[in-house]
């Protein structure tokens, strides 16, 4: 509680509270203060003399002071405006230190943008990979039809590459809305980051100098370790940029403990024992305003066709998704520092399978399919491949058609072919309802992303086998083998299979 004097441009009183709220030792301290100057960060008190005096009385009028200590504080006033002989226009004020509230107000605004952007992409990407697989399939079904000598092939080789690039972008989308499916184990990120070193040389180039601080005793965590090399590497393409006359990248690891939990750019990172990567550069810097857009898709200072504004956005999305945090502090000519914090864990290593992958054979079939996919190019796509190559093909929209197909059929399905996210009846659940009543079907799933629909069958089995979208159909053909022949692996254990890949996508 205080009063001002409008002419005099001081306080006339001020009680404790608002002593200590403005960071001062004493009410002669604030008393002795000129508000226009030293309340004010841009020195202008223009904005709180025309808005609490435009009436008699006035409430809840926001408006940022300065205190002591020069951090902003926001202060929330109420009061009325009185006359006094000696000093003229005076406001009578209760102030209210609002700033926690308004830093939590923004927090929850940015968290829903991202969470919207995330959305937003991930839907696209999930779209855009059906019908990147009907322009990928069929440029492969013509080519495989024309032959590598025809006139054509040249042109539908070139169809194909640029499906394949568009397909690593929607790759990227899929990491930014964290519905990728990830293969989480417990590393050491030291291993990891002196491994993915050996491939940076060539990537930043050799005006750049390299720098390891590793700490000799790291803790654990549990993440997917393909993506944080692809967190690694997009944060060194980062630096790269920007540092276009060379420069010095220094790469660092250290356990960090948050006892009471910690706050960075208006996100609080609960409590706990995490795992610290930063990547530093000494590029060019950036100020507060592209900072606080560092992580949203499509963003970037680069020139046109120089970066898609995925990256960081990527990098954004697999450390949300492996349950940490990424933060950037970065000055104008001063460089830049990421900072990943991931939950340490205290299990041993789970080493990663060190068994050779074995290239298939391509090999014709003749075993009955059922192929589930509500995109109706992308399914006819799937029919006329796996006919092609000898397969009896039954195809539905959704699962309730696929229920009834299979009904009808009097023979033996071998294998269910489903998309994961479907109208009316998911995958998962349709795999669950043919198990029951046929008994005998495997299932490969298809995904263009999961949306966390095959999480409960892992949990629950333990086992699966599915292919991601966008795929050729060689690589469909060879899981399918792979699933008819599972049978003969299972009297020894389950099958975990992960997804196949196009060639240039991460």
Same mark, same amino acid.
């Given at each position: 509680?205080?009063?001002?004097?409008?002419?005099?441009?001081?306080?006339?009183?001020?009680?404790?509270?608002?002593?200590?709220?403005?960071?001062?030792?004493?009410?002669?301290?604030? +008393?002795?203060?000129?508000?226009?100057?030293?309340?004010?960060?841009?020195?202008?008190?223009?904005?709180?003399?025309?808005?609490?005096?435009?009436?008699?009385?006035?409430?809840?009028?926001?408006?940022?002071?300065?205190?002591?200590?020069?951090?902003?504080?926001?202060?929330?006033?109420?009061?009325?405006?009185?006359?006094?002989?000696?000093?003229?226009?005076?406001?009578?004020?209760?102030?209210?230190?609002?700033?926690?509230?308004? +830093? +939590?107000?923004?927090?929850?605004?940015?968290?829903?943008?991202?969470?919207?952007?995330?959305?937003?992409?991930?839907?696209?990407?999930?779209?855009?990979?059906?019908?990147?697989?009907?322009?990928?399939?069929?440029?492969?079904?013509?080519?495989?039809?024309?032959?590598?000598?025809?006139?054509?092939?040249?042109?539908?080789?070139?169809?194909?590459?640029?499906?394949?690039?568009?397909?690593?972008?929607?790759?990227?989308?899929?990491?930014?809305?964290?519905?990728?499916?990830?293969?989480?184990?417990?590393?050491?990120?030291?291993?990891?980051?002196?491994?993915?070193?050996?491939?940076?040389?060539?990537?930043?180039?050799?005006?750049?100098?390299?720098?390891?601080?590793?700490?000799?005793?790291?803790?654990?965590?549990?993440?997917?370790?393909?993506?944080?090399?692809?967190?690694?590497?997009?944060?060194?393409?980062?630096?790269?940029?920007?540092?276009?006359?060379?420069?010095?990248?220094?790469?660092?690891?250290?356990?960090?403990?948050?006892?009471?939990?910690?706050?960075?750019?208006?996100?609080?990172?609960?409590?706990?024992?995490?795992?610290?990567?930063?990547?530093?550069?000494?590029?060019?810097?950036?100020?507060?305003?592209?900072?606080?857009?560092?992580?949203?898709?499509?963003?970037?200072?680069?020139?046109?066709?120089?970066?898609?504004?995925?990256?960081?956005?990527?990098?954004?999305?697999?450390?949300?998704?492996?349950?940490?945090?990424?933060?950037?502090?970065?000055?104008?000519?001063?460089?830049?520092?990421?900072?990943?914090?991931?939950?340490?864990?205290?299990?041993?290593?789970?080493?990663?399978?060190?068994?050779?992958?074995?290239?298939?054979?391509?090999?014709?079939?003749?075993?009955?399919?059922?192929?589930?996919?509500?995109?109706?190019?992308?399914?006819? +796509?799937?029919?006329?491949?796996?006919?092609?190559?000898?397969?009896?093909?039954?195809?539905?929209?959704?699962?309730?058609?696929?229920?009834?197909?299979?009904?009808?059929?009097?023979?033996?399905?071998?294998?269910?072919?489903?998309?994961?996210?479907?109208?009316?009846?998911?995958?998962?659940?349709?795999?669950?309802?043919?198990?029951?009543?046929?008994?005998?079907?495997?299932?490969?799933?298809?995904?263009?992303?999961?949306?966390?629909?095959?999480?409960?069958?892992?949990?629950?089995?333990?086992?699966?086998?599915?292919?991601?979208?966008?795929?050729?159909?060689?690589?469909?053909?060879?899981?399918?083998?792979?699933?008819?022949?599972?049978?003969?692996?299972?009297?020894?254990?389950?099958?975990?299979?992960?997804?196949?890949?196009?060639?240039?996508?991460?």
């Amino acid at each position: 509680i205080g009063s001002i004097s409008i002419l005099h441009d001081r306080f006339l009183r001020a009680n404790p509270a608002l002593v200590k709220l403005l960071g001062y030792q004493s009410e002669a301290e604030v +008393l002795g203060l000129t508000i226009s100057r030293d309340l004010y960060p841009d020195g202008d008190a223009s904005g709180f003399r025309s808005q609490p005096t435009r009436a008699e009385f006035f409430s809840a009028i926001e408006f940022t002071w300065k205190c002591k200590d020069g951090k902003p504080v926001v202060v929330r006033a109420s009061g009325r405006r009185i006359s006094n002989p000696e000093s003229g226009e005076v406001l009578e004020i209760i102030a209210e230190d609002v700033t926690a509230r308004r +830093l +939590l107000e923004e927090q929850l605004r940015h968290a829903q943008k991202m969470e919207a952007l995330g959305q937003l992409a991930g839907s696209v990407a999930h779209d855009f990979n059906n019908l990147l697989g009907v322009i990928i399939g069929y440029s492969e079904l013509l080519s495989a039809e024309f032959g590598p000598e025809a006139p054509a092939s040249r042109r539908l080789e070139m169809i194909k590459k640029a499906g394949v690039r568009a397909a690593s972008l929607t790759s990227q989308l899929l990491a930014f809305s964290r519905r990728q499916v990830l293969e989480p184990r417990v590393l050491n990120l030291n291993s990891l980051v002196t491994e993915t070193q050996k491939m940076l040389q060539r990537l930043v180039g050799e005006d750049i100098e390299q720098n390891l601080v590793l700490a000799p005793s790291l803790g654990k965590t549990k993440a997917d370790p393909g993506q944080l090399v692809q967190v690694i590497m997009n944060l060194a393409v980062n630096a790269r940029d920007a540092m276009p006359g060379g420069g010095k990248l220094t790469i660092e690891t250290e356990n960090v403990n948050f006892d009471d939990g910690a706050d960075f750019y208006d996100v609080s990172v609960p409590r706990g024992e995490y795992v610290m990567l930063s990547v530093t550069d000494t590029g060019t810097g950036m100020d507060e305003q592209t900072r606080r857009r560092l992580f949203e898709p499509f963003f970037t200072t680069k020139v046109a066709g120089k970066g898609t504004g995925l990256g960081l956005a990527t990098v954004y999305g697999i450390v949300k998704q492996s349950g940490g945090f990424v933060f950037a502090d970065s000055e104008l000519g001063k460089g830049t520092r990421f900072r990943v914090y991931l939950p340490r864990v205290d299990q041993p290593v789970e080493k990663a399978s060190v068994e050779p992958v074995k290239t298939r054979a391509i090999q014709s079939g003749s075993a009955t399919l059922l192929v589930v996919e509500d995109e109706r190019a992308f399914r006819e +796509l799937l029919h006329e491949g796996l006919r092609s190559m000898g397969y009896q093909v039954l195809v539905a929209s959704n699962g309730v058609e696929a229920l009834q197909v299979a009904e009808e059929y009097d023979g033996q399905i071998r294998v269910l072919i489903t998309d994961v996210i479907m109208p009316q009846m998911s995958g998962p659940e349709l795999a669950e309802c043919l198990t029951k009543a046929r008994g005998n079907i495997d299932v490969l799933y298809m995904s263009g992303y999961t949306d966390d629909k095959l999480a409960p069958i892992v949990e629950s089995r333990g086992e699966l086998i599915w292919i991601q979208k966008p795929f050729y159909i060689d690589d469909l053909v060879r899981k399918i083998q792979e699933v008819l022949e599972r049978k003969v692996a299972v009297s020894n254990g389950p099958v975990s299979a992960p997804a196949a890949t196009l060639p240039g996508v991460d």
